[in-house]
């Protein structure tokens, strides 16, 4: 490839991810905690008991409960079983949920309101979601066009796979960093680029396929991906959930349930279908389909059917990591530490060419370590405030700004040490508000990692601080000494400006 080529790249590669950079990161690092989702959304009501399995009969009481609460109309019951990845049971429909015991006694409302906050933060940038969805998976399809772009720039890939250079003004290494990032990872980061452009594209997609090949009929197309409702008789009466999941036990022993759900409620076509995890596979799941007196009609196809389909059902899975328990789950994790490290990186390069503008500089470090602050915050106002968790994190965020534009002091250790601070009043506080449940097991898993960030952060952010103002000190010595040289006349003396740093 040419040179001029690789200039193009290059410069392509710089432009697009400078502007773009803090929308890239807000959603590389809401991604990156949300491959925890499920987890989450245990920490925020740890006191919920939990079990690995439930009795059908626990299921029809805990939903005979739940509709006698909550008769309104709805066009959709759901229920979440233990074995789903969540070890609880919640009964739900269109409006609201309720978590259930083993005896399938009513407990207390869901509320995972942070958890959906942070989901929202990734899925749309916490805009409405009709165009949010759109812009995020635009963001999608960049991050493939800064990933090839980069890759195309470089121009001694075999070379300099392992090469970490240090020294000097530190502008070497950002770049090997940033550089060694992208490339390792690459394969990773295109996956989750891809999946994240079909979310928010699928709907145009949908739009040109029907026009171009079904003279606009979108449920044609829709019926090809997403197998259409089975065609029933007539019932009614209350949905046999129980005795639908006991056949499960004879139609699929080995694939773990995920939820049920009863479509068209209160309507001649409601019928009964449940998810279940499919081993070894990577689609969703496959769905097991009864009418409202749980006979068995069916399965939707989904494990067995046409490629294209069984591709469509994989990218959730593919796209959250959530295809072999906390093993992938970890592995997303820090593979979207790498990816956000990549825009971090890449931005650090940027500036140190531009010589570390100042206010823009501080302005990217209050941006990166600002917005864990921010959501430790916002996770915060969560136990104690029941308005909209996106105006506090929003708020926070642009408080930080302000705070950085009149605070010089506000530099990258001290938002770093300042984000540690945040998540460990987050932890104090959540311990101090749970009790003893702070230590069960829906908490610690995410309480222990919490804590691994405090302690890294600060000491990282105290050792920054130290070389920050080593550098400091170093450069007035230098400006007084030549202050001095020039003040007596010395015109023979001679300082080098290129002394070895201090921050290398």
Known sequence: MNKATKQSALNAHSWVGVFLSVLLFLVCLSGTIAVFHLE?????????????????????????????????????????????????????????????????????????????????????????????????????AIICTLIITGVIAHKRIAKDAFKLRRGGNGQQSQIDLHNRFGLWASPFHLVIAITGTYFGL?????VLVAQLNYGGDRDAVINQVFTPDPVIEA????????????????????????????????????????????????????????????????????????????????????????????????????????????????????????????????????????????????????????????????????????????IKRLTKPVWLIISGISVLLLLFIYSAVNGEHALSVASLQ???????????????????LRRETLLSNFQKENQTTTHNIDGNGDKSASVSTETQSPMA
């Open 40 to 140: 989450f959304e245990r920490w925020e009501q740890p006191h919920i008991p939990e079990f690995e399995s439930v009795e059908d009969g626990a299921v029809e009481k805990a939903m005979d409960s739940f509709l006698t609460k909550h008769p309104e109309e709805t066009d959709h019951l759901f229920v979440v079983l233990p074995t789903s990845g969540i070890p609880r049971l919640v009964v739900e429909n269109d409006h609201g949920a309720y978590f259930a015991d083993e005896q399938g006694n009513l407990l207390e409302k869901e509320k995972v309101a942070f958890t959906q906050m942070l989901v929202d933060l990734h899925l749309y940038l916490n805009l409405p979601h009709s165009w949010g969805m759109i812009l995020v998976s635009a963001l999608g």
């Open 202 to 206: 699928a709907g145009i997609v949908l």
């Open 235 to 406: 019932q009614e009466g209350k949905p046999a959930i129980g005795k639908a999941i006991a056949q499960m036990e004879t139609i699929a022993p080995e694939n773990p349930l995920i939820f049920v759900t009863v479509h068209e409620v209160n309507k001649p076509e409601q019928f009964i279908e449940i998810y279940a995890q499919v081993p070894g596979r990577m689609i969703y799941g496959e769905a097991y389909r009864f009418d409202t007196a749980g006979n068995y009609l069916g399965t939707a196809g989904y494990d067995d059917g046409a490629w294209g389909k069984q591709l469509l059902w994989a990218v959730y899975r593919l796209h959250f990591g959530d295809f072999a328990g906390i093993p992938s789950k970890v592995l997303y994790f820090v593979l979207g530490i790498m990816l956000s490290m990549l825009c971090v990186s890449g931005m650090e390069v940027w500036l140190s060419k531009k010589a570390h503008p100042v206010l823009a500089t501080r302005l990217w470090y209050c941006t990166v370590w600002g917005s864990v602050s921010a959501l430790a915050f916002t996770a915060i106002a969560d136990m104690f405030f029941s308005g909209s968790l996106i105006a506090v994190f929003w708020g926070l965020m642009v408080l930080n700004v302000a705070l950085t534009v009149a």
């Open 446 to 464: 995410l309480n222990i990692p919490m804590l691994i960030y405090v302690v890294w952060s600060i000491l990282r952010g105290n050792t920054l």
